[in-house]
């Protein structure tokens, strides 16, 4: 059995990443977060907002992920993402000034649907400050 697993995320934009990774563990819309090893057992399934990783050579990467759905196999992990970036295309200016933007408008909502779209760009803002080591999403 292989010691690695081929690990490809892609958007309906660009591929974000492909390699040949250790290990791989991502959030699913509903059943928490799934870790995957070579050989793992065939599955398809949602998967929810929040941060990837993945072990390449030792180290611990990450990736943030919006949506979409995962297949793996025993041999290969494809997340199918709405959104997804690896921490170098993180803007940290950008997603700080989203973070305050959400803040604000959580602040001002009036009705359910605005508490809830500022909440969730809150939570997208701080995925990405999380990712990129930014300590306004630690804590998260």
């Not at 492909?18 to 090893?37: D, H, K, M, N, W």
Request: negative net charge; aromatic residues 8%.
């Amino acid at each position: 059995m292989s010691q690695t697993i081929k690990l490809e995320v892609v958007t309906p934009e660009r591929p974000v990443f492909s390699a040949e990774v250790a290990e791989v563990q991502f959030p699913t819309a509903a059943r928490g977060y799934y870790g995957i090893l070579p050989g793992h057992t065939p599955l398809m399934t949602e998967v929810g907002d929040g941060l990837l990783y993945y072990i390449q050579e030792g180290q611990k990467h990450w990736l943030t992920v919006f949506g979409g759905f995962a297949e793996v196999g025993p041999d290969r992990v494809t997340i199918l993402a709405r959104e997804s970036e690896t921490v170098d295309m993180i803007d940290l200016e950008r997603a700080e000034a989203s973070r305050q933007r959400a803040l604000k408008l959580l602040k001002d909502a009036q009705t359910e649907h605005d508490m809830a779209n500022a909440q969730a760009k809150l939570d997208a803002s701080l995925i990405r400050l999380q990712a990129a080591g930014h300590p306004a999403g630690h804590g998260f």
